[in-house]
């Protein structure tokens, strides 16, 4: 597996998700099984393009026929039980986009396959797959309509786009459940209907190797599920592969760690969006997401240096400090020791190493970004 999507299976690994390596980048599956009905799980955030509230999304159970047809004649296969993700809410309002967003990776190319049932909706029964979201008022937005299409379009400043999308006339049935997937791979963009190339369309008799929309507004972004109005949908058997960003951080302390050969660990703690530390960055990559404790706490609230003699090895945290002084991280540092070698010494080369880490960094923007 690849250092990309190692970091990735790391940061993910308590989320929703199952994650697995694909060759140079990572894989999805949602896994909603394991969560109660009725409730939301982590690492999925309702937002709201335009006015209103945020919408209703949870797990519910619904009756799901299955993807194939029964290959020899007889009895069809028994529909069963599944768990779906749903967005129940009903606001009529027209200027109202509930939007779910995978808010744990951010993805360069990727491929999002997810079936989805529009089960009701009076104003605009829409609903569709977002990406390369930067937030809930920029991103690509791939959305069929039981009005009969299916368009891609821009959301930019939480306006749509969509007289310049491209779009397709399709049936969009009510009540049935249909396979929705694109492709984003560099500026090229492709969206399939129940496994068919449907957007950019096709000319009669032209080859559809090579179609495809041409469009840089957003080169990385997350994931997420998009619903208008009072449309009620569900999502099932979402999947996504793609190509994980990695963290300047993780890349400014993989370097170091390469450079310097008496080092045998090094991480990087914060707490951004947490009331205790979170490993951000690790020489080893493993371990990320996982919480810190008391020390990391220490040197993040009051920029202590923590010193640990081990057996054969000397650990040291310290406050990574950006362009102003300000503390941002918190850096632990695990190298070998030497005879003699005094509690000075040690501070000193672990110094070294801060430094080295730290004239990469200019905010804490780059501890996240």
């Known amino acids: 597996m690849s250092r990309a999507a190692r970091t990735c299976q790391c940061l993910l690994a308590a989320a929703l998700f199952g994650v697995a390596g694909v060759g140079t980048g990572a894989q999805i599956q949602f896994n909603l099984s394991q969560f109660p009905e009725g409730r939301l799980p982590p690492g999925l955030t309702s937002m709201v393009t335009g006015g209103g509230k945020a919408g209703d999304w949870k797990i519910m159970d619904e009756i799901v026929a299955p993807i194939l047809a029964p290959v020899l004649p007889g009895p069809s296969t028994p529909t069963a039980k599944h768990s779906v993700l749903a967005q129940t809410s009903r606001d009529a309002a027209a200027n109202h986009f509930p939007l779910l967003l995978c808010t744990n990776e951010t993805m360069l190319d990727c491929t999002v396959t997810t079936r989805l049932k529009i089960v009701s909706g009076v104003v605009a029964p829409e609903a569709g797959i977002v990406f390369r979201a930067q937030d809930q008022n920029n991103y690509y937005l791939l959305r069929a309509s039981a009005q009969g299409n299916l368009l891609w379009c821009r959301v930019v400043g939480g306006v749509a786009y969509e007289a310049q999308g491209v779009g397709v006339r399709i049936p969009v049935p009510l009540d049935t459940w249909e396979e929705l997937k694109v492709e984003c791979s560099g500026n090229q963009i492709r969206c399939y209907w129940n496994g068919q190339l449907a957007i950019p369309p096709a000319r009669a008799g032209a080859p559809t190797n090579?179609?495809?929309?041409?469009?840089?507004?957003?080169?990385?972004?997350?994931?997420?599920?998009?619903?208008?109005?009072?449309?009620?949908?569900?999502?099932?058997?979402?999947?996504?592969?793609?190509?994980?960003?990695?963290?300047?951080?993780q890349t400014i302390?993989?370097?170091?760690?390469?450079?310097?050969?008496?080092?045998?660990?090094?991480?990087?703690?914060?707490?951004?969006?947490?009331?205790?530390?979170?490993?951000?960055?690790?020489?080893?990559?493993?371990?990320?997401?996982?919480?810190?404790?008391?020390?990391e706490e220490d040197v993040l609230r009051n920029g202590a240096i923590l010193y640990l003699k081990l057996k054969d090895s000397v650990e040291l945290t310290l406050p990574l400090r950006d362009r102003n002084g300000d503390i941002i991280a918190a850096l632990k540092t695990t190298m070998t020791t030497f005879r003699g070698e005094t509690t000075d010494t040690s501070v000193a080369r672990a110094t070294l190493v801060k430094n080295a880490v730290e004239e990469r960094l200019n905010t804490l923007q780059d501890i996240n970004e």
């Open 210 to 249: 090579n179609l495809a929309i041409n469009d840089s507004t957003f080169a990385m972004g997350k994931v997420g599920f998009w619903t208008a109005a009072d449309t009620v949908a569900y999502f099932a058997d979402t999947r996504i592969d793609y190509t994980p960003r990695v963290p300047l951080i």
């Open 253 to 295: 302390v993989a370097e170091v760690m390469k450079k310097n050969p008496r080092l045998l660990g090094l991480k990087v703690y914060e707490m951004k969006n947490s009331p205790t530390p979170v490993l951000v960055a690790d020489g080893h990559e493993l371990g990320l997401g996982s919480p810190g404790g008391k020390p």
